[in-house]
């Protein structure tokens, strides 16, 4: 059980980790609410980064853009920025080490000698498997015999992005060179896939403080996928969602409805099919994020499968909720004689949230088109 005074003080933070406890403290708080842990567990998490030895990660590329490193380290808040590289011992990584060559091998063959059957896998890139595997060699081994080869002793094996994850951009069809992810190449249903385009540095971040706190992974689904981050639909939780409910849509980038925020489904948006926590955790770090459709980009289903990088852009997404046929448009017409009560009645009737019968009152009385209806 943690007690408070197990945790370090504040110059033991500050040294160590480079930042204020109170940031310090707000990581693990952010840890914990991207898993949807309870009450609690933050502090939790703080003893065991605080306390526990960092794990060790070996880190292989393959056939990929690095954007999943890049959006890991490129992080621009400080909190996250600094912590990473204390909450794991990144042992080998073949971007950012200094080391090459064969020094940087005999790097990885150390640490995985010393920390046998208790390091971290994570695997960045499809793995081509056409013709021996030949299109993708790292220190004179295929990316399968040194996937192979690392995994044989993992604690755990992470495939980080979609590429890892099932093929994604370079297994597009015709998939030349015959990419696949790490778990069809190995053969295995253990691996953990945090799918994404690059994925959401916080789902990495979340699954590998998960394990460093609790000793095991967090629950996955039939796809490998954290169910924290990948269990509900972008539809579900977009902000633009109330837009699609009233059939306000965006009909071509820059129209009048995409320049007011209407939904992006007519524009070829993935959400509907999509499962992912982009609207929720957001990029670019917490509070200050973005997020695609969020900038107005239809979301191209960049998590999954058979979706992100094959179904055009232009294809309508596959609804798997229907709106409600009752549900009340957010924003009366003009001259319909609507008042701001009547339209607010209406909403509470519905059961609508606070703010959507705020959105209503707000944009009574403004000059409306039929733009995107
Ligand atoms: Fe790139 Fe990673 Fe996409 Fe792939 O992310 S952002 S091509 S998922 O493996 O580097
Ligand atoms: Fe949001 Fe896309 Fe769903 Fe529209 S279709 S509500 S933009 S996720
Ligand atoms: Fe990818 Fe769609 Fe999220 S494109 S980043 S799953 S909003």
Not at 13 to 21: A, L, M, P
Not at 68 to 79: D, I, V
Not at 118 to 132: N, S
Not at 339 to 363: F, Y
Request: aromatic share 8%; net charge neutral; proline share 6%.
């Amino acid at each position: 059980m943690y007690d408070d005074s197990d945790l370090k003080t504040e110059t033991d933070i500050e040294t160590r980790f480079g930042v204020s406890r109170r940031d310090f403290m707000k990581f693990c708080a952010a840890m914990a609410a991207t898993m949807g842990l309870p009450k609690g567990a933050d502090a939790q998490i703080a003893a065991a980064i605080t306390k526990k030895e960092r794990p060790s990660v070996i880190w292989l590329h393959h056939q990929e853009c690095t954007g999943c490193t890049e959006s890991l380290l490129r992080s621009e808040h400080p909190t996250l920025d600094k912590l990473i590289l204390d909450i794991i011992s990144l042992d080998y990584h073949e971007t950012v080490f200094a080391a090459a060559g064969h020094q940087a091998e005999a790097a990885r063959k150390a640490a995985m000698a010393k920390n046998k059957g208790k390091y971290l896998l994570v695997v960045e890139g499809a793995i081509p498997m056409k013709d021996g595997g030949i299109y993708c060699k790292i220190g004179g081994q295929t990316s399968f015999e040194l996937t192979k080869e690392c995994a044989a002793d993992a604690a755990a094996v992470v495939a980080i992005g979609s590429c890892a994850s099932w093929g994604g951009m370079p297994s597009t069809p015709p998939n030349p060179t015959g990419s696949t992810g790490v778990a069809e190449a190995l053969g295995r249903k253990d691996i953990v896939t945090i799918p994404g385009c690059p994925p959401n540095p916080y789902n990495f971040l979340a699954t590998v403080v998960h394990f460093l706190t609790f000793g095991k992974l967090p629950a996955l689904d039939d796809k490998g996928r954290p169910t924290f981050a990948y269990g509900r639909l972008i539809h579900d939780n977009c902000e633009r969602r109330a837009h699609f409910d009233a059939g306000r849509f965006a009909l071509e980038f820059g129209d009048p409805g995409h320049k007011k925020g209407y939904c992006l489904y007519k524009l070829g948006c993935k959400g509907p099919e999509t499962y992912a926590n982009c609207p929720s955790i957001l990029f670019n770090d917490v509070g200050t994020g973005s997020w695609p459709v969020g900038t107005g980009h239809p979301c191209i289903g960049c998590t999954e499968k058979h979706i992100g990088f094959e179904k055009p852009i232009h294809a309508l997404a596959d609804l798997k909720t229907n709106p409600p046929t009752g549900y009340p448009r957010i924003v009366e017409e003009q001259g319909t004689g609507a008042t701001l009560a009547s339209a607010a009645a209406v909403a509470a009737v519905a059961g609508l949230a606070v703010g959507a019968g705020m959105k209503i009152a707000g944009n009574l009385g403004k000059s409306e088109t039929k733009d995107g209806e």
